[in-house]
C-alpha cells in the first residue's frame, strides 16, 4: 500500500507538471500561427501596393472597413482644426464602397503627407481592418455563415507611405529621390479587440521605386485615390 501511495505521488506530481505546461505551448502555438498569416498576408498587400495593382477585385472578402485620419497643419507642430476620419466599408450607407480591388489599393496607397488648402499639408493615417487572407480554408468565401466569419482571425493594419528622405533636397538628383523612391509601412495589429497591452504587433517595411500617381475613382470623381507607378530609380551620369 505504500509503495503504491508513494506511486500516485510520484503520477500526481507528473500530471501537474503536464498540465501546468500544456496552456503555454498550446499558446506558443497560436501565436506562430498568428505570425504566419501575418507574414504571408503582409506579402501579399505589399507587392500590391508597391505594383499598384488594381484588378485585386478579391480583396473585397477580407478588407471589410479602411479608416482614414486626417489633420491639417500649416508647418508647426500644433494642428489647425479637428481631425477629419473617413470610413468606407460595405455596411454603412456611404458614398464611396469597397467593391473592387482598385478602390481598397488607391486607400491604402494615399501618402503620409499630402498638399493641403492655403498652402498647409495634410498628414494622413490610414487603417485597414482585415480579416486573414490565409489561414483554415472553412472562414475563407464563399462562407456566409455570420458566426464562422465574426471568429475568423481578423487584425488592424496601418499603410503608411513616404518619400525617401535624402539630405540632398536641394539638388536636382535630391529632388528626383524625393519624388521617385518612397518608403512603405505597413504596421500589424492583432487581434482587433485587444487592449493596449495585449495581442501582437509587427511592422514591415519596403522601398518602392516609382511615382505615386493621384487619380480619381471612375464612378465617384470627387474621391482620390493614389497608385504607385514602378519604374528604376538611377543616378544620372554627370
Known amino acids: 500500500m505504500v509503495e503504491i501511495a508513494?506511486?500516485?505521488?510520484?503520477?500526481?506530481?507528473?500530471?501537474?507538471?503536464?498540465?501546468?505546461?500544456?496552456?503555454?505551448?498550446?499558446?506558443?502555438?497560436?501565436?506562430?500561427?498568428?505570425?504566419?498569416?501575418?507574414?504571408?498576408?503582409?506579402?501579399?498587400?505589399?507587392?500590391?501596393?508597391?505594383?499598384?495593382?488594381?484588378?485585386?477585385?478579391d480583396l473585397t472578402n477580407y478588407v471589410y472597413e479602411i479608416?482614414?485620419?486626417?489633420?491639417?497643419?500649416?508647418?508647426?507642430?500644433?494642428?489647425?482644426?479637428?481631425?477629419?476620419?473617413?470610413?468606407?466599408?460595405?455596411?454603412?450607407?456611404?458614398?464611396?464602397?469597397?467593391t473592387s480591388g482598385e478602390r481598397i489599393i488607391g486607400l491604402l496607397s494615399w501618402p503620409k503627407y499630402a498638399p493641403g488648402p492655403n498652402e498647409h499639408f495634410l498628414s494622413n493615417y490610414t487603417v485597414a481592418y482585415v480579416r486573414s487572407l490565409s489561414g483554415p480554408a472553412v472562414e475563407k468565401p464563399p462562407q456566409t455563415n455570420a458566426e464562422v466569419r465574426l471568429d475568423a482571425f481578423a487584425y488592424r493594419m496601418a499603410c503608411e507611405s513616404l518619400p525617401a528622405p535624402t539630405y540632398e533636397s536641394a539638388t536636382p538628383y535630391g529632388r528626383r529621390m524625393t519624388n521617385n523612391l518612397?518608403?512603405?509601412?505597413?504596421?500589424?495589429?492583432?487581434?482587433?479587440?485587444?487592449?493596449?497591452?495585449?495581442?501582437?504587433?509587427?511592422?514591415?517595411?519596403?522601398?518602392?521605386?516609382?511615382?505615386?500617381?493621384?487619380?480619381?475613382?471612375?464612378?465617384?470623381?470627387?474621391?482620390?485615390?493614389?497608385?504607385?507607378?514602378?519604374?528604376?530609380?538611377v543616378q544620372p551620369l554627370p
Open 6 to 57: 508513494i506511486s500516485l505521488a510520484i503520477i500526481g506530481f507528473a500530471l501537474v507538471a503536464i498540465i501546468g505546461v500544456l496552456p503555454r505551448g498550446l499558446r506558443v502555438q497560436r501565436e506562430n500561427r498568428e505570425e504566419t498569416i501575418i507574414n504571408q498576408d503582409a506579402a501579399v498587400f505589399l507587392s500590391a501596393i508597391r505594383n499598384g495593382a488594381r484588378g485585386l477585385d
Open 67 to 98: 479608416r482614414r485620419y486626417t489633420q491639417e497643419y500649416t508647418g508647426d507642430p500644433i494642428p489647425v482644426g479637428p481631425t477629419v476620419t473617413n470610413i468606407y466599408n460595405l455596411t454603412t450607407p456611404i458614398t464611396f464602397p469597397l
Open 182 to 233: 518612397h518608403e512603405l509601412r505597413l504596421s500589424f495589429r492583432w487581434p482587433v479587440s485587444a487592449s493596449a497591452n495585449a495581442g501582437g504587433r509587427q511592422t514591415f517595411r519596403t522601398q518602392i521605386g516609382g511615382r505615386l500617381l493621384k487619380t480619381n475613382d471612375t464612378y465617384v470623381a470627387t474621391e482620390p485615390l493614389y497608385f504607385f507607378e514602378p519604374q528604376i530609380f
